[in-house]
């Protein structure tokens, strides 16, 4: 069985906590994205994938690295 939690307000929502030990577990902090479905009498929360679309859509200009040389190949990989 879970922790039991009391809801809260935030805004003009409700709102849950996700202990220390969950969020860590699951490998979230602030800022992360989740899933949350509901199912019967159950709310089912899970960490969403990594998505490179999502990535990429956070780059622009200003926080674009270089293109850097790191030297010749070493193994198989072909430039």
Not at 5 to 17: C, E, Q, T
Not at 21 to 43: C, F, N, P, T, Y
Request: a neutral charge; charged letters at 25%; glycine letters at 10%.
């Amino acid at each position: 069985m879970g922790t039991n939690m009391r809801i809260g307000k935030w805004g003009n929502s409700l709102a849950v906590r996700i202990p220390k030990a969950i969020a860590e577990q699951w490998g979230v902090s602030k800022g992360s994205l989740i899933e949350m479905a509901s199912r019967a009498d159950q709310v089912v929360m899970r960490k969403q994938a990594n998505n490179l679309a999502d990535f990429l859509a956070d780059v622009t200009p200003d926080n674009l690295h270089q293109e850097q040389d790191i030297g010749e190949s070493r193994g198989g990989e072909r430039w």
